[in-house]
């Protein structure tokens, strides 16, 4: 079964940084677009951060910018969020995605989701 698994949410203090993982079992990431989004209680879920099969290029939202990079480790089939600089509006659930177009058609998975709560 084709699984993306997050890791590393948590708590922390403002300013602090955390790094969440998206590990993928029985796929090769390296094939396709990775993102990071996030989605607090009653809003729509937010894309954080992109970055293209084979890591040829990233972009982050404007609230991401400058504090947040995502990265790829191909030998370890992972993709990483790195967060600095954290702020309490950064609190939110975040979700890895892997998406690819093949024969016609879009595959798309989701990993479960990790928390990350900044607060004093």
């Known amino acids: 079964q084709v699984q993306l698994v997050e890791s590393g949410g948590g708590l922390v203090q403002p300013g602090g940084s955390l790094r969440l993982s998206c590990a993928a079992s029985?796929?090769?990431?390296?094939?396709?677009?990775m993102s990071w989004y996030r989605q607090v209680p009653g809003k729509e879920r937010e894309l954080v951060a992109s970055?293209?099969?084979?890591?040829?290029?990233?972009s982050y939202s404007d609230s991401a910018k400058g504090h947040f990079t995502i990265s790829r480790d191909q030998a370890k089939n992972t993709v990483y969020l790195q967060m600095n600089g954290l702020k309490p509006e950064d609190t939110a659930v975040y979700y890895c995605?892997?998406?690819?177009?093949?024969?016609?058609?879009?595959?798309?998975?989701w990993g479960q989701g990790t928390q990350v709560t900044v607060s004093s």
């Open positions: 995605n892997a998406k690819r177009f093949l024969l016609g058609s879009w595959l798309n998975y």
């Open positions: 970055t293209t099969s084979r890591g040829a290029s990233t």
């Open positions: 029985r796929f090769a990431l390296a094939v396709y677009d």
